[in-house]
Nanobody
């Protein structure tokens, strides 16, 4: 069974940094496309960043140049380094995995990130 567990959220002042981690269970990690989504209060969930099996990345325009997604296949972990945080980055951040064809989708439980002005 695929399980994703996020950590690293918290309260930070505007301009600060946080690093989110998502640990994955099982032997699937190296074969999965991994991503971070977020859901701001009262809004829909949105893609923040994704990283392919080969390590290619893409980002939402709102976080380009500030956030960096990376993965460590040996540790079954994907990271999201967030720098230059803004109040509008406040959201619950979710780890996501896409695995197989057709792809099955898995979600973590989410971690809260709050940026104060």
């Amino acid at each position: 069974q695929v399980q994703l567990v996020e950590s690293g959220g918290g309260l930070v002042q505007a301009g600060g940094s946080l690093r989110l981690s998502c640990g994955a269970s099982g032997r699937f990690f190296s074969f999965a496309v991994m991503a971070w989504y977020r859901q701001p209060p009262g809004k829909q969930r949105e893609l923040v960043a994704a990283i392919t099996i080969a390590g290619s990345t893409n980002y939402a325009d709102s976080v380009k140049g500030r956030f960096t997604i990376s993965r460590d296949n040996a540790k079954n972990t994907v990271y999201l380094q967030m720098n230059g945080l803004k109040p509008e980055d406040t959201a619950v951040y979710y780890c996501n995995a896409l695995l197989g064809l057709p792809p099955s989708e898995y979600w973590g439980q989410g971690t809260q990130v709050t940026v104060s002005s």
